[in-house]
């Protein structure tokens, strides 16, 4: 991993390349063999937290099929780059399409996931006629790591909420060359995504997002009225009641959680799988049952965790969190009412995401929706199970501003 010097450019963008010394991956190993279990919970289902059964599961095939090389490999296989943005340096992978008249999209992960839950869209995104697409279908991709997350650096002031994300994104794609382009993400990506388009960045055309997080400070005031209104309204009401307990303790309390994930392995992925009922069923049948869905494999969903845990991004991972929360309450507390977005927003619904929004709540949010649809499957991390499903949206919602 590269380190800042003074004698480096703030502006160079520099080759990056991952090469993990074999003693990290040793000790991996030897803490995860020495991890003190808790005894089995009392309940049938997940309400008591992540099932002994889950992690003994994932324990074992980390430590006896798992290979980091692998996924080491993978990366290393795309070009991948760090760059100094305000003071931080950001790790990202960026792939130009051969294609000559390909659209920029730079494409934001969330938590707790990396660019690792977004690589299966890479070759369907920049390289369509080689997936079932047409050349018109191409994109230049840009896919950094947030601040704090995988091999980005962690900022080292406060002010670093999602707000300053999106400008130091628009800053990454200046740099790169890219005067016009579109923007897509999914949990805090999304949040990034459209304070980008609220804050107007430079040349920023339209955006992408498949999770309406404005219902986190207003869902009690969005209607209720159909069916799909009131199925979402009571979807968000169990998540703040039985669901929300890692999104209080990362925006109220990184540093306390940060310990336990920097020192047990174990104690990582526990706290990564439980972030959503949905998701945590199926990540639980793909270790417990051998059931994958779609590319939500063992493998895949151990390369993700087991990136956090060689980057040492557990803590400065949540503490985006923190600033996220305070972030938002400063703007509830204004009485302001956010900015309008300005550019084209699509969206798409996938049916098992946290609160599924229905159109009229997105429409609510962005009155101009230029682009909508409900997915048949998929659910929160909607690139990383549905890969293809996931591109064919991109495409679609983006495909007016070409």
């Not at 795309?78 to 659209?103: K, M």
């Not at 707790?112 to 890479?122: A, C, M, Q």
């Not at 990454?172 to 060359?177: I, P």
């Not at 005031?221 to 199925?231: A, M, V, W």
Request: aromatic share 10%; hydrophobic share 40%; glycine share 8%.
């Amino acid at each position: 991993m590269s380190q800042i010097t003074a004698l480096q450019p703030q502006t160079e963008v520099r080759p990056f390349r991952i090469d993990i010394p074999e003693e990290a991956l040793v000790d991996l190993r030897n803490r995860i063999e020495a991890t003190r279990w808790p005894t089995k919970e009392l309940v049938t289902d997940r309400s008591q937290g992540v099932q002994l059964a889950t992690t003994q599961a994932l324990a074992s095939y980390w430590t006896t099929d798992y290979d980091w090389r692998k996924c080491e490999a993978r990366l290393n296989a795309l070009p991948q780059f760090t760059t100094v943005i305000d003071g931080v340096e950001i790790h990202f992978i960026h792939v130009r399409s051969e294609h000559e008249n390909a659209l920029p999209l730079i494409m934001t992960h969330g938590w707790p996931g990396s660019v690792i839950e977004l690589l299966e869209t890479v070759g369907p995104l920049t390289d369509p006629t080689a997936h079932g697409g047409s050349a018109e279908d191409a994109f230049h991709l840009v896919m950094p790591s947030l601040p704090g997350y995988g091999f980005s650096g962690e900022p080292t002031e406060l002010g670093w909420d999602s707000g300053r994300v999106g400008r130091a994104w628009a800053g990454l794609m200046k740099r790169l060359g890219y005067d016009r382009y579109v923007a897509q993400g999914g949990d805090v990506g999304a949040l990034v995504t459209d304070l980008m388009a609220r804050q107007a960045v430079e040349g920023l055309a339209g955006i992408h997002v498949n999770l309406l997080t404005a219902v986190l400070a207003i869902g009690d005031r969005l209607p209720k009225e159909s069916e799909q209104e009131r199925t979402a309204a009571e979807a968000f009401a169990v998540f703040k009641q039985s669901g929300f307990g890692y999104f209080l303790e990362m925006a109220t309390r990184p540093e306390t959680i940060g310990y336990a994930m920097l020192d047990s392995p174990i104690a990582l992925a526990a706290w990564m799988l439980d972030h959503d009922t949905d998701s945590y069923n199926k990540i639980a049948r793909a270790f417990v049952d051998g059931k994958p869905t779609g590319n939500l494999t063992r493998e895949t969903i151990v390369d993700n965790i087991t990136l956090y845990w060689l980057t040492g991004t557990g803590a400065s991972a949540a503490r985006s969190y923190w600033e996220d929360g305070r972030a938002l309450a400063a703007a509830l507390a204004s009485g302001q009412p956010p900015p309008p977005v300005s550019v084209p927003v699509g969206f798409t619904t996938f049916p098992d995401e946290i609160w599924a929004s229905p159109r009229s709540w997105v429409e609510a949010v962005y009155p101009g929706l230029a682009y909508f649809n409900a997915a048949e499957k998929g659910g929160h991390f909607a690139a990383w199970e549905e890969p293809q499903l996931f591109t064919s949206e991109l495409r679609s919602a983006f495909k007016s501003l070409r």
